[in-house]
């Protein structure tokens, strides 16, 4: 099925740790972007890629880098992971060109920092 | 700063009543206004959108939105709960560039 695939779906990551979260959108799409969601807080935004070849940071970027691979992939990475980068993290994308569509969100990535 | 504002953090209503979600924006231009859910362990699904025109948006599930540019609101709305609604409800706001902003989110419980 067409959409926006995450993985890892899970993990767990010790203090200091590193790790790269996935993103892959198979509709063609120009925008991605990467966002976590906090109880109480909705979803913030980290980073964003209006293009391939473009990111540009979020609300929120301190602690993370992204990668616009190509047109289909959009990757964010914790060089050092902190407690406080305990999140739920979804990955969303965007055509443009033709009007504004919304976005497609993926399933989400649940990490958990010890 | 485009910013929208979800004032309950929690809505119950029991089935087959009406069902109102809140959200007030502020935008520099004109607003492109969004709502999605999500479902328990799911990612956001989109529900409809505003973006120029009748007030009155439909989208999907039997949900519509109500656009007030005087009020600066944008309420989600349905006529008839159904349990299956219980969810996490966000409203978003765009004014132009790309990148959407999104409310704190209201949690809706519909009881049968």
């Known amino acids: 099925n067409a959409g926006v695939t995450q993985t890892p779906k899970f993990q767990v990551l010790k203090t200091g740790q590193s790790m790269t979260l996935q993103c892959a959108q198979d509709m063609n799409h120009n925008s991605m972007y990467w966002y976590r969601q906090d109880p109480g807080m909705g979803l913030r935004l980290i980073y964003y890629?209006?293009?391939?070849?473009?990111?540009d940071k979020g609300e929120v970027p301190n602690g993370y880098n992204v990668s616009r691979l190509n047109k289909r992939e959009f990757s964010l990475r914790l060089e050092s992971a902190a407690p406080s980068q305990t999140s739920v993290y979804f990955c969303a994308s965007e055509g443009t060109g033709t009007g504004v569509s919304g976005y497609t969100f993926g399933s989400g990535t649940r990490l958990t920092v010890v | 700063a485009q910013s929208v504002a979800q004032p309950e953090d929690q809505v119950n209503v029991a089935e087959g009543n009406p069902l109102t979600v809140k959200c007030t924006y502020s935008v520099s231009g004109n607003p492109y206004l969004f709502w999605y859910v999500q479902y328990p362990n799911r990612g956001l699904q989109f529900l409809l959108k505003?973006?120029?025109?009748?007030?009155l948006v439909k989208g999907s599930y039997g949900f519509e939105a109500e656009f007030n540019k005087s009020q600066t609101s944008f309420h989600l709305k349905k006529p008839s709960a159904l349990v299956s609604d219980s969810a996490l409800y966000f409203c978003?706001?765009?004014?132009?560039?790309?990148?959407?902003?999104f409310g704190a989110g209201t949690t809706v419980t519909v009881r049968a």
């Open positions: 505003y973006i120029t025109g009748d007030n």
């Open positions: 890629s209006a293009s391939e070849g473009t990111t």
């Open positions: 978003a706001v765009r004014d132009g560039d790309y990148k959407l902003s």
